[in-house]
């Protein structure tokens, strides 16, 4: 069996006195996509924390690559590898797009190639590539937020809910654009509330409840079973095409 990626193994976290994750149980297969599921506040965000080092894991490991990364430092994290897009998007307001994207690469300079690609998923970047990114839309500011992590290939990129609140014309384009990344022979562990989203990018998937995951499994067996979803998640993926 392929080693994967990532895995996660008894994680506890807990915030001041809360305890947010209750021995979390994760593996992330290499290449594809993940999915991330569960009602809100179940703990997908303090997973992606606890595996980026922002929240430290009280027990349990965190393993990439066959490396135990549970206590190392968030730069640590990011400079072996992984990319993290936050749910507030973490781009800087002030400063350009083309600003923005420098500095997310690590050697301070745009591969021009891979700039290309990355407006190939997102034009309007290459529109508005000198503008302040504080002036684009919603939609437009949760590209650069893409952009940023993959404006140089990672080993795992880690994205919190990158179409909550967008139209479904953006939402469509953000498909496409990890269908693209996932193609391109990325790993990504991604969390989503938009379940036609999760369907259509989901290889693996995993549900969290109260901290703890619940299930794991091919994502189109939860897809095909109404009655499992209704047991998970409290709804069917059937009434979110």
């Keep these: 069996m392929t080693t994967p990626l990532l895995s996660l193994s008894g994680v506890h976290t807990h915030v001041g006195r809360y305890h947010i994750l209750h021995g979390v149980d994760l593996v992330v297969p290499v290449g594809g996509v993940t999915m991330l599921l569960g009602r809100n506040g179940a703990g997908k965000t303090s997973t992606l924390r606890t595996i980026m080092g922002l929240w430290r894991a ?18 640590a994290i990011a400079r072996s590898g992984l990319a993290y897009v936050p749910e507030n998007m973490g781009i800087f307001a002030d400063l350009t797009v083309r600003e923005n ?46 952009a940023r992590a993959i404006i140089e290939p990672r080993r795992l990129y880690l994205v ?3 179409t909550k609140g967008l139209a ?27 379940f036609a ?12 409840d109260d ?31």
């Design 101 to 146: 994207l420098v500095l997310a690469a690590r050697s301070g300079e745009i591969d021009a190639d891979r700039l290309k690609w990355v407006f190939g998923l997102f034009p309007a970047l290459e529109k508005f590539f000198s503008l302040a990114a504080g002036a684009l839309s919603g939609g437009q500011k949760q590209m650069l937020a893409i």
């Design 211 to 241: 901290g703890r995951i619940v299930h794991a499994g091919a994502m189109a067996e939860l897809a095909d079973d109404a009655e499992l979803q209704h047991r998970l998640l409290g709804l069917s993926l059937a009434k979110h095409q």
């Design 58 to 75: 009280s027990a349990g490991s965190v393993t990439l690559a066959g490396e135990d990364v549970t206590q190392a430092a968030t730069p």
């Design 168 to 194: 479904p014309a953006i939402v469509a384009n953000m498909i496409a654009a990890f269908r693209e990344l996932k193609a391109s022979g990325a790993t990504i562990l991604l969390v989503e509330q938009n």
């Design 197 to 208: 989203a999760a369907r259509a990018l989901g290889d693996t998937v995993a549900v969290m």
């Design 160 to 162: 919190d809910e990158p």
